[in-house]
């Protein structure tokens, strides 16, 4: 393997070692503490207020005009969903649960399609509940009338009525001369359609103004906390990202943002809610929080004031999204009406693609073609492999070339180190001479590695964000976007004991079967270059595969299985490329040597030229 190469990776390695293990993993460790403290607070004084209930009162909402119940204690949810004066029942392939009909919120929502873990039995995924509980998170889209708040209006619904995609919801409110009928429609994914018409006969013209809102109590527990990846409030307002992450709202403020086209909502690593305003109209989008003793963060979008006349009647539509961030879903929404789609701008955007989309979106997209032909992230991971290895042929063949000849030069090069080792630059200059005379390009060997780095970081990025990986199988891993779960300090799983759990080194434990055979991979390959003259360097770069294997561990067992193949293509074209350009490459000598199976060889074995 290229010294360059290695060199690189181990910086690389570094800093993500170095990242993880002094940066966000006391970072991590302090948040936890803090939300502990913060949770016996919420306890204690959730038992002092236990006899108060829930007030009426409304308070603003991140800094906007958007209001809601203050809630004074908290409940289960359970307790929360049942004190709801009524509800409306959703059901869908995809989602069940209910819509608090005091102020139209959409509070309970679970993915019948998704669960916490690959375990047997693990429970779904909750993704909204009520605001009376811990870590909540809910969704409102309304209208304010002549600037009235619509948060404790209590909708009717026809008796047994349950949302489904077959079966759309008119919910209905009456108020003096006002007639306000709101229809609420789901399809079979993730999305809800609201259309609400307001009929004016008050005997003078009246304002609405059409908002939507989407809002997370308290920082999520399950937070991911890497550098990678954007959790939080989010907003697409034209074609242009506003994110924030919770802590950065906190510090630095709202953001703020007008424009035409777009959606607000919350986000973490596979989940969205979303509230999406029509498209043909200009919004404000505002990220904000609402600190208290428990902070509610929020996105949210306002529609500019529209005036009914006294006797005429609007529509306004609106959409909400609650579900995962499945990428051909998102995408799909994003199509025109006219080809089935709803038209909403940059939607998929809610996936983290990063400052590389120009490569994760292709990887991403070659994956997923690869997975629709063959079933299985795994094979799909393969085939791109090979793909990638085809692209980078001309490159990797002028590098192994080079090698080649490198390893031809290797004896004039030691004569010349040897004879000019107290004059530096007369050894530059005569191997120079050497490579001018046999043609090497030095540099030449750092191309593979050039183009490696980008694509290596787009694809771990790629595999860590989307959903398509998750839970996918390969062989022996029930999961390809978690690490390897076998470890070869339990023998991989005959010993009755998980190495993950041991104190402070556990981590490092987890050596499974694909990092050992990255790590074999890489060992054979460096047995194919020439060893470094100083015995120190040699050394150092005899223990590269050893470090890469406990660095690559904890990876996704995706990337490990990606790096693992790939090296063991590189083995192969490395081999058949250097020995076409007549290099002497004695691979199994080279291994013996390295493990001490080789005789030494005598004097007069020198003698006989054996």
Same mark, same amino acid.
């Given at each position: ?119 047997? #039995?693990?429970? *779904? /995924? =909750?993704?909204?509940? $009520?605001?009376?509980?811990? &870590? ?6 309304? +209208?304010?009338?002549?600037?009235? #708040?619509?948060? *404790? /209006? =209590?909708?009717?619904? $026809?008796?047994?009525?349950? &949302? ?6 008119? +919910? ?439």
């Amino acid at each position: 393997m290229d010294r360059n190469f290695i060199l690189a990776m181990v910086l690389m390695g570094l800093i993500l070692f170095g990242y993880e293990t002094f940066i966000m993993g006391p970072k991590r460790e302090a948040y936890e503490a803090q939300q502990r403290e913060a949770q016996a607070l919420a306890a204690e004084q959730a038992t002092q207020q236990a006899t108060q209930g829930t007030s009426g009162a409304d308070v603003p909402l991140a800094g906007d005009n958007l209001v809601l119940p203050t809630v004074q204690t908290e409940l289960t949810r359970e307790e929360a969903i049942a004190v709801a004066p009524a509800r409306l029942r959703v059901e869908t392939p995809q989602l069940t649960g209910s819509i608090n009909l005091r102020g139209l919120v959409f509070d309970d929502l679970t993915l019948t399609q998704y669960n916490e873990s690959v375990e047997e #039995n693990s429970p *779904n /995924i =909750i993704l909204l509940s $009520p605001q009376q509980t811990p &870590l909540a998170q809910f969704m409102r889209s309304g +209208l304010f009338i002549n600037g009235a #708040n619509d948060a *404790n /209006i =209590i909708w009717s619904a $026809p008796s047994g009525a349950t &949302l489904t995609p077959d079966t759309p919801v008119t +919910l209905t409110r009456q108020d003096g001369g006002l007639t306000h009928n709101v229809t609420l429609s789901v399809d079979d994914k993730f999305m809800f359609t609201l259309v609400h018409e307001v009929q004016n006969q008050t005997g003078a013209n009246i304002t609405v103004q059409a908002y939507g809102a989407t809002a997370q109590k308290d920082i999520p527990q399950n937070l991911e906390n890497f550098m990678i990846l954007f959790e939080g409030p989010l907003a697409i307002v034209g074609d242009q990202l506003h994110s924030r992450k919770y802590k950065n709202i906190q510090k630095k403020g709202s953001i703020i943002e007008a424009g035409t086209g777009g959606w607000v909502g919350i986000t973490n690593k596979y989940w969205l809610s979303a509230v999406i305003p029509d498209q043909s109209q200009p919004f404000k989008a505002t990220l904000g929080v609402r600190e208290g003793a428990t902070p509610l963060f929020q996105s949210s979008y306002q529609l500019d004031p529209l005036s009914i006349p006294n006797g005429q009647q609007a529509m306004i539509s609106s959409h909400l999204f609650a579900g995962a961030k499945v990428v051909e879903v998102l995408q799909d929404y994003e199509k025109p009406v006219a080809d089935g789609g709803l038209g909403i701008s940059e939607f998929d955007m809610a996936v983290d693609w990063g400052n590389f989309f120009f490569l994760t979106r292709p990887i991403f997209a070659s994956l997923h073609f690869l997975y629709g032909l063959v079933g299985n992230y795994g094979i799909a991971i393969l085939l791109f492999t090979v793909g990638i290895k085809a692209i980078l042929y001309p490159l990797a063949n002028l590098s192994y070339k080079s090698m080649a000849g490198m390893r031809k030069a290797q004896p004039e090069m030691q004569t010349i180190r040897d004879r000019y080792k107290d004059d530096q630059m007369k050894m530059q200059q005569e191997m120079m001479s050497l490579y001018k005379k046999h043609k090497i390009n030095p540099a030449a060997g750092c191309l593979p590695m050039l183009a490696q780095m980008p694509i290596f970081y787009a694809l771990y990025k790629t595999l860590f964000v989307t959903l398509e990986m998750r839970h996918e199988p390969f062989l022996y891993i029930a999961d390809l976007s978690e690490r390897d779960p076998t470890s070869i300090f339990n023998l991989f799983g005959l010993l009755p004991f998980d190495p993950l759990t041991v104190p402070v080194i556990g981590t490092f434990l987890g050596i499974g079967i694909l990092p050992l055979l990255m790590g074999a991979g890489m060992w054979v390959q460096m047995k194919l270059n020439p060893p470094p003259t100083d015995p120190l360097q040699a050394r150092i770069f005899g223990l590269m595969p050893l470090f890469f294997l406990f660095i690559f561990a904890p990876f996704a067992a995706g990337l490990v299985l990606y790096w693992a193949w790939n090296t063991i293509l590189s083995v192969i074209q490395q081999y058949i490329i250097m020995k076409r350009n007549g290099a002497d490459v004695d691979l199994i000598g080279n291994m013996k040597d390295s493990l001490g199976l080789n005789k030494p060889k005598t004097a007069n074995d020198n003698a006989a030229g054996k």
